[in-house]
């Protein structure tokens, strides 16, 4: 068996058995922490990520109009309209999220309760535990 195929196979699994272990019990404890962090956390981290991404369209937006005036002043023309190029767009971006959240404000918090009644059936549904292990033999 130890030359054919399958049974390198069962050797390569045998020799790294304690990797396996350890795989499963750290998958195990990462899927207990994440469910249970979402479910206590869900609404704010789907809120703050909303945040997020409103903040880095207008700091990319901010950081190239800055980007403009010093190339401006270095007298480099190209790196310049580059700049305001990015920055252009970048702020159009930002006025269209921003004007998406404010359109969609129901839909989105809507989305966002969803999110949170989610995570909070994935802590009530103990099976779900035992995902990781089970997809490691999938």
Known sequence: MGNSSSGAYFKD?????????????????????VIYFLSLFAEW??????????IGFIGVTLMSLKMYSKYKEDGDSENANAAIGIGGLFGILSLIFACMIYCGYNQLKTAIDVLDASADFLAGTKRIFLVPVVYFFV
């Open 13 to 33: 699994l045998y020799l790294s058995s304690t990797s396996i272990y350890i795989s499963f019990a750290t998958g195990f404890i990462w899927s207990i922490i």
């Open 45 to 54: 981290v789907a809120w703050g990520m909303v945040f997020v991404v409103q």
